[in-house]
């Protein structure tokens, strides 16, 4: 099934294309090459948080499951992998089986019945959460680590003082411990699962967020800890901003929608010249005009101390310095277009970055005719938002477990 739309105005266009957007798998497509500031900002706000995430039971659920995989004996790492796939087919089969009708966003529920799985398994999908949030070990794969456990005497001691979130001890022989946080989902095979939280399940996860190192200081924790502050207005810039009290995390989610704000006049502009190298001279006036008042709009940010403040305050946690001298060479661009009304530096700057992004055979708007422009689907046509959908998605379904009613 096509999923299209009709479209009166820019504006309506890109609302619906966020929409559409967040039924496919974000993240893939970087033409410009800003993926690592997107990403350095998301896991500052929200770590362990991806955009292929759809439910917080996993962080639940998937403790429980390799607490039950390592009670066996492997011969090799890829015997534990099978194990696991082996058990995720069945919580898949479980969830499905346990949850309302048409629940969305069970991994692999669409090819489970064949026996078939998906290519990013549960495990995939949410280790970086577990890692994040203190739950799973940080270090080693997971495979190898329940192998080396299962080779060693499995006694394993939980710390009597943490009956809730817990740790283990070790065993008092080499120390070797796949799993070490107590698990609160009774995990059974032979039995259907609901996909949402039930209060310990809730409660487990809520917990390591607010104590782990990664996550306890961020913006995710931040709406745990408060919940008055709802997101009944979902759209990432017109979130009210002054419900925000610690003043570093302000900064953070200030910050990051500026970059959004200041990139996405970019990205319409690609659309216009990709547009244009397909002759699609009704599209290209379209975006044209959308991109001026685009630049209207983000007058604001279009500046060189806004875009000092932002590099400045990643610093360290943003590892590539060619997409700080691509934004500054674009701002210059964009502001001598706006004193002249020529615009053609900015297009072969965006041009030049797509190249060197990916190489000279791949990118679209050296080759427009090689590819097929579809004004229905245009590229990155929509704002940076950080995994903020999916973060709140996670955020509600932890209060509605705790019985939280404004979650």
């Known amino acids: 099934m096509e999923i299209g739309f009709v479209h009166f105005s820019s504006e309506e266009r890109r609302r619906v294309n966020n929409a559409l957007q967040r039924l496919r798998e974000q993240g893939s497509v970087d033409e410009l090459g800003i993926g690592r500031v997107r990403d350095a900002f998301a896991d500052l706000l929200f770590p362990g948080i991806s955009t292929l995430q759809h439910h917080a039971k996993y962080f639940a659920a998937l403790p429980q499951l390799y607490h039950l995989a390592q009670k066996e004996n492997y011969k090799s790492p890829r ?6 796939i082996e058990l995720e087919i069945k919580l898949t089969k479980d969830l499905v089986a346990g949850s309302e009708p048409g629940t969305g966003g069970i991994t692999g529920s669409s090819v489970v019945e064949g026996n078939k799985y998906v290519k ?13 949030f203190g739950i799973m070990k940080e270090s080693g794969s ?3 680590l329940i192998y ?3 080779r060693h005497e499995k006694t394993v001691k939980y710390k009597d003082n943490e009956a809730e979130e817990g740790g283990i001890d070790d065993d008092g022989g080499d120390g070797v411990v ?18 949402k939280l039930n209060k310990s399940e809730a409660l487990f ?8 190192e990664k996550t306890r200081k961020t913006l995710l924790a931040y709406f745990l800890e408060h919940d008055e502050i709802t997101n009944e207005n979902s759209d990432f810039l017109e979130f009210d901003i002054s419900q925000i009290h610690d003043l570093k995390i302000r900064q953070q989610l200030e910050l990051a929608r500026k970059f959004a704000r200041f990139i996405f006049p970019m990205h319409v502009r690609y659309n216009y010249i990709y547009a244009d190298g397909c002759g699609n001279e009704l599209s290209k006036n379209e975006l044209h005009n959308q991109f001026l008042e685009e630049l209207d709009k983000s007058n604001d940010v279009h500046n060189k101390d806004t875009l000092s403040e932002i590099f400045s305050f990643l610093g360290s946690n ?20 706006k004193s002249t009304g020529d615009f053609s530096k900015l297009d072969n700057i965006l041009v030049d970055r797509e190249r060197d992004i990916k190489g000279n055979v791949r990118y679209k708007l050296r080759h427009p005719a090689a590819y097929s422009f579809d004004p229905n689907h245009l590229v990155h046509y929509h704002y940076l938002t950080y995994r903020w959908e999916t973060a709140w998605t996670m955020v509600n379904e932890i209060r509605e477990g705790l019985g939280v009613g404004n979650g």
């Open 205 to 212: 996860i809520k917990r390591h967020i607010l104590s782990s």
């Open 178 to 195: 796949a799993f070490y946080s107590r698990p609160t989902c009774n995990f059974d095979i032979t039995k259907k699962m609901n996909i």
């Open 120 to 132: 990013y398994n549960p495990t995939y999908i949410y280790w970086t959460g577990l890692v994040a």
């Open 318 to 337: 943003l590892n590539d310095s060619s997409i700080r001298f691509f934004c500054e060479k674009a701002l210059n661009a964009i502001l001598e277009g």
């Open 79 to 84: 015997d534990v992998k099978a194990k696991i």
């Open 142 to 144: 997971l495979y190898n």
């Open 148 to 150: 080396d456990y299962s």
